[in-house]
Each structure stands twice: as structure tokens, then as C-alpha cells.
């Protein structure tokens, strides 16, 4: 597990092959405790991109698992 600490507007980068790899499970979480929200979209065949917001919501999203077949859920 690698632990990456994000810092507002800026763009990271995972290198992930499609099809034979295995899937991919995102975790964050506020230092501070609040919650997340994450927005996902896909505008393009090769990128994902991650939106995470402040939130009201409890408890709000906590993890993305990304399945190799392109499909992605948010828990």
C-alpha cells in the first residue's frame, strides 16, 4: 500500500494497464475527520478522473474501487 498526500489541484498519475490487471481500490479520508465527496468521470477511453469535495453528507465516501473491466465504484 502506498500512502499519497493530496494537495488541492493538483493532478496525479497511475500507471495502470487495462484487461489483465487486477483491480484497483482507492482509500482517502480528511486528516481533520470530515467528510468526502467523490465525483467520477471518464472523458476518454484512457483517463479517470477523481473529484474530491468537501462534503455535509455523514459519512460520506470513503473509498474508489476501480474493476478492471472499467467499472468503478464509490463506497
Not at 10 to 29: H, P, V
Not at 31 to 37: A, C
Amino acid at each position: 500500500m502506498r500512502r499519497i498526500s493530496v494537495e488541492p489541484g493538483k493532478k496525479y498519475i497511475l500507471d495502470q494497464q487495462t484487461g489483465t490487471e487486477a483491480n484497483l481500490s482507492l482509500l482517502f479520508w480528511d486528516d481533520t475527520g470530515r467528510s468526502l465527496q467523490a465525483n467520477v468521470s471518464k472523458p476518454n477511453f484512457g483517463t479517470l478522473h477523481l473529484e474530491l469535495r468537501a462534503s455535509n453528507k455523514f459519512p460520506g465516501a470513503r473509498s474508489l474501487y476501480i474493476l478492471n473491466n472499467g467499472r468503478i465504484n464509490v463506497f
